[in-house]
């Protein structure tokens, strides 16, 4: 088994603040990291549940992927991130079975992780991302 542990669930949201208040005013949850990722127009809050993450995010620019998604698709889940010992191993195990991916090689995600992301295309409609911390 690749994955070791479901690292965060990413929810793309419009008002960031209001989306950490609500998850703060209603269950109790704290923010552990922010963080604008410019590379990816993104900006992130992470709220810790256990020894995963709520991962809320909002664009950071009007012309990221994240806006152009959620000007199609609205608010709500946007991808999920499972965390793996090696991502490039699990990278190419992807690809040596047949399906696709987004990012070729892994690269920095935020909180000095390594990612790649997976094409949801061959993914069941999900949009999955591999993190190694
Ligand atoms: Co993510």
Do not use: W
Request: charged content about 25%.
């Amino acid at each position: 088994m690749l994955f070791t542990e479901i690292d965060h669930v990413a929810i793309a949201v419009f008002d960031l603040e209001a989306a950490i208040a609500y998850y703060r005013d209603t269950f109790g949850c704290e923010v552990e990291h922010r963080e604008v990722v410019e590379k990816d127009g993104v900006e992130e809050a992470l709220l810790k549940v256990a020894d995963s993450y709520v991962q809320l995010l909002t664009p950071s620019r009007d012309d990221s992927p994240v806006a152009k998604y959620m000007a199609k698709h609205g608010e709500g889940i946007h991808h999920i991130g499972y965390r793996v010992a090696d991502c490039g191993v699990a990278l190419e195990a992807v690809k040596a079975n047949g399906h696709r991916v987004i990012d070729e090689t892994p690269r920095p995600g935020s909180r000095g992780t390594t990612v790649a992301f997976l094409h949801p295309k061959t993914a069941f409609g999900t949009l999955i991302e591999l993190v190694q911390e």
